[in-house]
């Protein structure tokens, strides 16, 4: 299956994520918002744990959705999500429900998902409701003020893993979230980042053709808490892929597919860059680059390259 | 002592009522991105990019929404013809 997207008529349109939210200068997570709701056509109803999204869309008493949307708890969104669902299939049993279909998309940030969120997430998945969870992937805490989380990369300082001389950082590997998805047998599964925004979006519209549980791990490069300057934040997301540090997969009816840039770099490796090159640009792993702290670096690479080999033979390439 | 209230007659949770767009985040910003139209070729990536949906299309040419814009210059940093300039306000 494959989708066109016409951006010159799509900039027409009004957005779906309005302008006046108080997401930082420079955050990637609008524009993946933007651009999943952009992909959403039909009606589409909005679930939102709490996170960098919720509280900077929704400052009483203004709203940046244009959408219907709804609030709940850190920990529940996949919950809300499965209520939903099941809310409209009891309306339509009792003729009360107009659409033949609806879009009902669930976004969470990496405490709402990995952490917080883990076993409504689990839950909903099993039950099989007829939804798309995006989680959307800043590494940390960021919007109570960059506290380390489940999907927190090893070497990364953060206020609850500082990098002094106790420490050298997280200590800890990134939990392999998608892969906990694909275990549980999910429909599809996907990553993507907005940086490569068409396979963003065709992911988005293949996720909403489907049904049942539908997965999508975002990267979502936060300048604040990473310590890059603003203007790159795309160039970052785009770093983490060429250097296989963030592939760019789907996963569907148990067949895996490379996708997009990963594509090409599984059948250029030449094209896949060492890890410093995303290590260089951020401030969190500056500690990174001392004498002291090096074999980390090396550790690390030696991890991207255990989990881009492990998908090259999931995907068939190798 | 008030008697209990049954779920229809409880209040519904904060529902936020004003649009964000009455909102102006345009003047968090320090640099300002100015596009030069003679260098254009309107691949509206900058669109695509922006966080705050500050980059306008009309179907004929691009400019910039500056009551929204705040500044993070990922449209100059993303544009491929390097049409955009950030410029500092003052």
């Known amino acids: 299956m494959s989708f066109t997207f016409n951006i010159k008529e799509l900039a027409k349109q009004p957005p779906k994520l309005l302008p006046g939210h108080r997401l930082c200068a420079g955050c990637s997570v609008p524009t993946i918002v933007k651009l999943i709701l952009l992909a959403a056509e039909g009606p589409t109803i909005v679930a939102t744990a709490t996170g960098c999204l919720e509280v900077a869309t929704t400052i009483f008493p203004y709203t940046s959705w244009n959408v219907p949307w709804i609030h709940n708890a850190f920990e529940n969104v996949a919950a809300t999500a499965s209520g939903i669902e099941a ?13 033949e279909r609806v879009n009902i998309i669930a976004f969470a940030g990496d405490g709402g998902t990995y952490d917080i ?27 109570t003020g960059i506290q380390r989380s489940g999907g927190t990369p090893l070497g990364a300082a953060t206020t609850t893993s500082p990098a002094g001389k106790v420490i050298p950082g997280k200590m800890q590997h990134k939990k392999p979230i998608a892969d906990i998805v694909v275990a549980h047998r999910a429909p599809y599964v996907a990553t993507a980042t907005p940086a490569h925004w068409a396979d963003l979006m065709r992911k988005t519209k293949k996720a909403l053709s489907i049904r049942g549980p539908k997965f999508l791990h975002v990267l979502a490069p936060c300048c604040r808490g ?25 996963y569907e009816k148990g067949e895996w597919r490379l996708t997009d840039r990963s594509l090409v770099i599984a059948k250029n490796p030449k094209l896949k860059k060492p890890i410093e090159e995303f290590l260089k640009v951020q401030g969190r792993f500056k500690h990174l680059f001392k004498p002291e702290n090096r074999h980390i670096i090396k550790e690390l690479q030696e991890y991207v390259d255990m989990v881009w080999e492990d998908l090259l033979k999931r995907a068939g390439i190798k | 002592m008030s008697e209990l209230k049954g779920w229809r007659e409880l209040p519904i949770g904060a529902i936020p009522f004003k649009l964000s767009t009455e909102f102006k985040t345009g003047d968090w910003r320090t640099f300002k991105p100015v596009i030069k139209q003679d260098k254009c070729v309107k691949c509206l990536l900058c669109w695509i990019y922006c966080p705050d949906m500050s980059i306008v299309w009309d179907g004929e040419k691009v400019t910039v929404n500056y ?3 705040k500044g993070c210059g990922i449209c100059a940093h993303e544009c491929p013809v390097k049409a955009i300039e950030m410029v500092k306000e003052g």
Not at chain 1, 87 to 98: E, P, S, T, W
Not at chain 1, 234 to 242: G, P, Q, R, S, T
């Open chain 1, 117 to 143: 969120g883990i076993q409504a997430l689990s839950g909903a998945i099993e039950r099989g409701h007829d939804f798309l969870y995006v989680l959307y992937d800043n590494e940390a805490y960021m919007n």
């Open chain 1, 87 to 99: 809310a409209i299939k009891a309306m339509k049993r009792r003729g009360a429900f107009k659409y």
């Open chain 2, 67 to 69: 009551d929204y814009c």
């Open chain 1, 226 to 250: 990473w310590r890059f300057d603003m203007h790159l934040t795309m160039e970052i997301a785009k770093l983490a892929v060429d250097t296989c540090y963030f592939p760019l997969w789907e």
